[in-house]
């Protein structure tokens, strides 16, 4: 049995549980705290220094919360930081990344017909991209700082377009489309790591100190926080786009990347103004429903395919494998009629997230899935509805495996 597929799945669904855990925790702290800040009232009588407050109840009591802009006058005995929801989002995404894409690099991360390089080179390209995607706008953020917001924000826009077409340049759609959201993500949680805690311990320091702390300090992560909050959305689209394959493998994947953008700050827009009680712009869903729509329209494009199919040497060995012709009948049997570009399976309108099972090289490419799908679990076909047989099952692990030892040697 190959105990190092079987342990790699296993790991890397443990790993995607923690993400999902600690990005509910960092976002959800985050939506509370942007909603409490912009409920906050003020009224004559508030302690020195205090900015305003609120009155919440949940969980069977009741919470009043002050806000202190700049800082309380003196350092309070307890104080709770909000900083390891974001890092340890930021670290478990990083090592699903590992685990997904820089892995299985051959098969997620490089299409050869959109930039044919090794695995390490891809890579080199994706970690440049995630600490350039940070660099970029850390500088763009410094200069601009105090300046325009809005004018920052179009800017900030026009960077993301550009990145996404980039993207789709040198990655898999899927790649590119995860890329896009770990850059964005990438910056978010930089922002608290390098920007944020910093400028909060600063006024700290200057609180136990006895002097009266600098309100730019606040100011700046303020203006964080602010792209923080407009960004959370797309990049939830993004992470979870993998498992959709009309967003990221379509001709205008791009387009769309950059209209999801859109989508997210309208709706952020509107929960914004909700919530500072300065009305309800239920404009902001109209126009997100119309951008779904076109996100709709342009994902029906197909996608030119310019060059013959290249396939890696992982890929060659299961097809030169001798049970490879015994393989191929049972997927062509169990599987196609689902799993190709235009399915027979009645109520399967096009291939099932993606994957098509229609040629050899499709059949090869997809063989570590196959194997995990239909030989070493039974999640495939559904149901069995196709009827495979347990050894026709077993046929698939003998293919994979004696092709996984063969390339190894
Ligand atoms: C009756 C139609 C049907 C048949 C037959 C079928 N599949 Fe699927 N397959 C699906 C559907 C539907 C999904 C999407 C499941 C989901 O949404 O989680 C899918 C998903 C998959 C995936 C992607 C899983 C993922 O989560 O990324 C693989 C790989 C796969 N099938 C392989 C196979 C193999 C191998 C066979 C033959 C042994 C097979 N399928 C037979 C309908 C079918």
Same mark, same amino acid.
């Given at each position: =049995?190959?105990?190092?597929?079987?342990?790699?799945?296993?790991?890397?669904?443990?790993?995607?549980?923690?993400?999902?855990?600690?990005?509910? !925790?960092?976002?959800?702290?985050?939506?509370?705290?942007?909603?409490?800040?912009?409920?906050?009232?003020?009224?004559?009588?508030?302690?020195?220094?205090?900015?305003?407050?609120?009155?919440?109840?949940?969980?069977?009591?009741?919470?009043?919360?002050?806000?202190?802009?700049?800082? @309380?006058?003196?350092?309070?005995?307890?104080?709770?930081?909000?900083?390891?929801?974001? #890092?340890?989002?930021?670290?478990?995404?990083?090592?699903?990344?590992?685990?997904? #894409?820089?892995?299985?690099?051959?098969?997620?991360?490089?299409?050869?017909?959109?930039?044919?390089?090794?695995? @390490?080179?891809?890579?080199?390209?994706?970690?440049?991209?995630?600490?350039?995607?940070?660099?970029?706008?850390?500088?763009?953020?410094?200069?601009?700082?105090?300046?325009?917001?809005?004018?920052? =924000?179009?800017?900030?826009?026009?960077?993301?377009?550009?990145?996404?077409?980039?993207?789709?340049?040198?990655?898999?759609?899927?790649?590119?489309?995860?890329?896009?959201? /770990?850059?964005? /993500?990438?910056? =978010?949680?930089?922002?608290?790591?390098?920007?944020?805690? @910093?400028?909060?311990?600063?006024?700290? !320091?200057?609180?136990?100190?006895?002097?009266?702390?600098?309100?730019?300090?606040?100011?700046?992560?303020?203006?964080?926080?602010?792209?923080?909050?407009?960004?959370?959305?797309?990049?939830?689209?993004?992470?979870?786009?993998?498992?959709?394959?009309? !967003?990221?493998?379509?001709?205008?994947?791009?387009?769309? !990347?950059?209209?999801?953008?859109?989508?997210?700050?309208?709706? *952020?827009?509107?929960?914004?103004?909700?919530?500072?009680?300065?009305?309800?712009?239920?404009?902001?869903?109209?126009?997100?429903?119309?951008?779904?729509?076109?996100?709709?329209?342009?994902?029906?494009?197909?996608?030119?395919?310019?060059?013959?199919?290249?396939?890696?040497?992982?890929?060659?060995?299961?097809?030169?494998?001798?049970?490879?012709?015994?393989? *191929?009948?049972?997927?062509?049997? *169990?599987?196609?009629?689902?799993? /190709?570009?235009?399915?027979?399976?009645?109520?399967?309108?096009?291939?099932?997230?993606?994957? $098509?099972?229609?040629?050899?090289?499709?059949?090869?490419?997809?063989?570590?899935?196959? #194997?995990?799908?239909?030989? *070493?679990?039974?999640? =495939?076909?559904?149901?069995?509805?196709?009827?495979?047989?347990?050894?026709?099952?077993?046929?698939?692990?003998?293919?994979?495996?004696?092709?996984?030892? $063969?390339?190894?040697?």
């Amino acid at each position: =049995m190959n105990d190092y597929a079987v342990l790699w799945d296993w790991l890397s669904f443990g790993v995607r549980w923690t993400h999902v855990i600690t990005a509910i !925790a960092w976002i959800g702290s985050s939506f509370y705290f942007v909603a409490l800040d912009l409920g906050l009232r003020q009224r004559p009588g508030l302690p020195k220094g205090a900015f305003g407050e609120e009155w919440q109840v949940h969980g069977g009591g009741f919470y009043h919360i002050q806000k202190y802009l700049v800082a @309380p006058e003196q350092m309070p005995e307890h104080l709770t930081w909000f900083k390891w929801e974001s #890092y340890a989002t930021w670290m478990s995404g990083f090592a699903l990344l590992a685990i997904v #894409y820089y892995a299985g690099a051959d098969l997620f991360l490089i299409d050869r017909n959109v930039l044919d390089v090794s695995a @390490p080179v891809a890579i080199l390209i994706s970690l440049a991209c995630l600490a350039g995607g940070w660099l970029v706008y850390d500088l763009l953020c410094r200069w601009l700082i105090g300046k325009a917001d809005t004018g920052l =924000m179009i800017v900030l826009y026009v960077i993301l377009v550009f990145m996404a077409w980039g993207l789709t340049h040198l990655f898999t759609g899927r790649a590119a489309f995860l890329h896009l959201g /770990a850059i964005t /993500a990438t910056i =978010m949680s930089a922002n608290v790591f390098m920007v944020i805690i @910093p400028n909060q311990k600063i006024v700290v !320091a200057d609180l136990i100190a006895g002097r009266k702390p600098d309100p730019k300090y606040g100011k700046i992560a303020k203006q964080r926080s602010l792209h923080n909050n407009y960004l959370t959305l797309p990049v939830l689209f993004l992470m979870l786009s993998n498992h959709y394959p009309l !967003a990221f493998g379509t001709e205008f994947n791009w387009i769309i !990347a950059s209209l999801v953008f859109m989508m997210g700050v309208l709706i *952020r827009h509107y929960f914004n103004t909700r919530h500072a009680g300065k009305g309800n712009p239920t404009w902001t869903w109209l126009a997100t429903a119309v951008l779904f729509v076109i996100i709709i329209w342009l994902s029906t494009v197909p996608k030119v395919l310019t060059d013959e199919p290249k396939i890696s040497s992982a890929e060659q060995a299961l097809v030169a494998s001798t049970h490879f012709p015994a393989a *191929r009948d049972t997927v062509l049997s *169990r599987c196609s009629m689902c799993h /190709a570009a235009e399915p027979v399976y009645e109520g399967i309108h096009q291939a099932p997230k993606g994957v $098509k099972l229609d040629t050899d090289e499709a059949i090869a490419s997809h063989g570590r899935e196959i #194997y995990l799908q239909a030989g *070493r679990s039974h999640a =495939m076909p559904p149901g069995n509805v196709t009827e495979i047989t347990p050894q026709e099952r077993q046929l698939l692990v003998t293919w994979f495996e004696d092709a996984g030892k $063969k390339t190894q040697q």
